[in-house]
């Protein structure tokens, strides 16, 4: 074993989709075991014979049902659209304490994806705060990561920002964001999400103006 974090579990509640897939990729190529959750175990278990197609049978990639992959692992993954964050919270969150979630959901409502439109707790992320309640540390992160980058083994040249509530949770996402060939930054409290979850809406834009379907971020100015 290279590190003992490999040893981690990841849970993606609504890996099925374009963005947990492909982080589910990710992760399981750099060895962790990673449980995808569906509200459809089987559909669950055929995305995971997905990744464990493109990945080989070497990797650790399982499907499960939301709660019951929330209920194995160490780390929890959301990446569900907005719509239905507030619900799949309130299923696993009992699963969800003493671990760190990540949020990756961004609060688009559509049509206006394009507008950055906020939830009254502030970020998606401040209300999984919120939902999910103190025995839970949030981080927020991998919001300005289109899915195009991630369901493959180029390099990704686009950054990611961490947000969330304590330094030692932000540091594990930070490796988590390495694991998956990012470089990740810890870009502070979980108040600062709603900069992070809102600029996705500005590179959505940034995309329909230019023609192009995957636009992100990348920090200058400091040494990596
Ligand atoms: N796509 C991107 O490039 C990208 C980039 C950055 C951030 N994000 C954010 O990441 C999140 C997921 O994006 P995505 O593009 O992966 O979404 P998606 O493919 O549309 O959906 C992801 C999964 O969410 C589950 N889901 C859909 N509707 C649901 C509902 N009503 N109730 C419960 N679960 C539901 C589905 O899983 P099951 O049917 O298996 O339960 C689906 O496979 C969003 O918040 C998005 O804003 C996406």
Redesign the pocket.
Known sequence: MKDENLLLSIAIL?G?????KGLAYRWARAGYHVLIG???AE??KTAADDVRGMLGEGVSVNGLGNLEAAKEANIVVL??????HR??LEAVKDELQGKILVD???P?VPPKVSTVQMPAAGSAAQEAKEIVGDGVEVCAA??N???EHLLGDSDVECDVLVTGTSKAAREEVIKLTEAAGLTGWDAGPIQNSVVVEGL?SVLIGINKKYGSTHAGIKITGVSR
């Open positions: 609504g099925t989709g374009k963005e947990g569906s509200r459809d559909k669950a990446t569900v659209p907005y719509s239905a619900s799949t990756v959901t961004v688009l991998f919001q990561i289109s899915h996705t």
